[in-house]
């Protein structure tokens, strides 16, 4: 029986706008799921515990198959520009490669296997955990394809601050005994749902950042800048609080850092604009700039007191060369021991993801104490990972150099206004990162995360959202 060319085509157009639909369904999916992960992750002490990196790690793997599915129906499988996430990648498989046995050892009728890590399982759950922030990251660039998906994105990594900081400064004025809300939550010990105070600060830092360029650069946010603001005094106001010296450290290098793209912003365009124009925006621009400082001065002062200056008493006292701390905790002393473990392991490292394994061999204490972190995520780079670890390092910071040079030359209105907050918030991390490593916790790297993949999306179409934003038809 033959079929008529009619009933054919017929056939193929519902067949193809089956697999539209079924593809628009899969990217919903994948993103809204994304955003989920986004807002629950750092929920549970930042998802440290195996049991929460893994159904982290399992969420974002499924998101990956149904990436795959959404492909396959589609035909288009990358967007955007993914290079940035390639180190990471290539960080990954090097944590594999640390982790294989070269060679085996026969102790005492033992066999015991001889790699470059000194904790192979460890360098394997490091691949595993950093392979899924990688692919999270793809998922986001990959999936935000609109500016209405790109706001939501931004407000995301901005409500995942937020409610932390709510939940720090209602915990810090309620908990009267061990266990709020979270069962290990001690009283008088950390901030938010962190366990650490100072883990709290990576979650705020890139909020702080995309709040900051927010208010200062993006011209269509209209009354929601006072929505902004607030958010970013609460956020500031529980940075204070929660009494941690490299956050607030990181969070004033950041306001200063977006107060300079202001000045950058307010620029006369051409010469032909005049002088007396000039002169006006370089001084609106340094007015603002003094009164964000002066804002940050005064608000440390009064919310931190005797807090901030007890801080920066135990700061020196980490900083000393004082004989008498048996524990060898201070930054100081881990540091020293660190360096010591880099010129045992120069090239190859001594695992990434093993530094606890390694660090007690050299190390001199009491025992009391042994360091789990370096309390400098670079240093500790260099210790785990060695050169090949710092390669890998600058093969990243340089691809995201061109990502933030492409990023300020193509993107425009609000778009661009959330790339420079998302450089704020990398530099404010990046300072943080000099005596702190908040970004062990997987829920802070993700959001992390978020921030590189808003500089590796290509321009999104602003004008219908933008139109509504203007005629008030979007809240």
């Known amino acids: 029986m033959e079929h008529s060319p009619h009933h054919n085509g017929s056939f193929n157009e519902q067949e193809g706008s089956a697999r539209t639909k079924a593809a628009r369904v899969l990217s919903a999916i994948v993103f809204y799921g994304l ?4 807002l629950i992750t750092p929920v549970p002490y930042g998802s440290v515990e195996p049991w929460s990196q893994a159904a982290f790690q399992c969420a974002v793997f499924a998101l990956g198959f149904l990436w795959c599915i959404q492909a396959m129906l589609t035909g288009a499988w990358l967007a955007g520009d993914m290079r940035l996430f390639l180190p990471l990648v290539a960080a990954s498989a090097f944590a594999i490669l640390q982790s294989l046995s070269w060679s085996q050892l026969n102790l005492a009728g033992v066999k015991v296997g001889n790699a470059l890590s000194a ?9 595993l955990r950093l392979c899924a922030l990688a692919l999270a990251g793809m998922l986001a660039v990959r999936f935000t394809h609109n500016y209405l998906r790109l706001t939501i994105l931004v407000n995301a990594v901005i409500i995942a601050g937020l409610s932390s900081a709510i939940f720090g400064i209602v915990r810090l004025t309620m908990q009267h005994r061990d266990g709020f809300v979270l069962a290990w939550l001690s ?3 950390g901030f938010a749902q962190f366990i650490n105070k100072n883990h709290f600060a990576f979650v705020a830092e890139p909020a702080i950042g995309l709040l900051a360029a927010i208010i200062l650069l993006s011209r269509d946010a209209g009354h929601r800048k006072l929505l902004y603001l607030s958010t970013l005094i609460l956020l500031w106001a529980a940075l204070v609080m929660s009494r941690s010296r490299g956050g607030l450290l990181a969070g004033s290098v950041e306001m200063i850092v977006a107060g300079l793209f202001f000045i950058q912003a307010k620029r006369p365009s051409t010469m032909g604009e005049g002088l007396a124009r000039r002169t006006r925006s370089i001084g609106l621009a340094v007015v603002t700039v003094i009164a964000i400082m002066i804002v940050v001065a005064v608000t440390t002062m009064w919310l931190g007191g005797d807090q901030l200056s007890t801080g ?5 006292t980490e900083m000393s060369n004082r004989a008498d701390d048996h524990e060898g905790s201070r930054r100081r002393d881990i540091w020293r021991a660190t360096w010591q473990m880099v010129k045992a392991h120069p090239i190859a490292g001594a695992g990434l993801g093993a530094y606890w394994a390694e660090i007690p061999m050299y190390h001199q204490a009491n025992g009391v104490l042994t360091p789990q972190q370096a309390h400098n995520e670079y240093l ?3 210790a785990t990972g060695g050169l090949v670890g710092v390669a890998l390092f600058l093969w990243f910071a340089l691809t995201l150099m061109q990502r933030i040079r492409r990023a300020l030359a193509t993107f425009t209105g609000g778009q661009r206004a959330y790339a420079v907050g998302a450089i704020v918030g990398i530099v404010g991390v990046g300072v943080h990162s000099l005596v702190d490593f908040g970004l062990h916790m997987t829920g802070n790297a993700l959001v992390f995360v978020m921030l590189l993949a808003l500089l590796s999306l290509n321009k999104v179409d602003q004008r219908g959202l933008m139109q509504e934003h203007r005629t008030g038809a979007f809240h």
């Open 35 to 38: 955003i989920v992960l986004v």
């Open 119 to 127: 904790d192979p399982f460890e360098s394997w759950i490091f691949a």
């Open 187 to 189: 009283a008088g010990g």
């Open 312 to 316: 920066v008493e135990t700061a020196a």
């Open 380 to 382: 500790e780079l260099l």
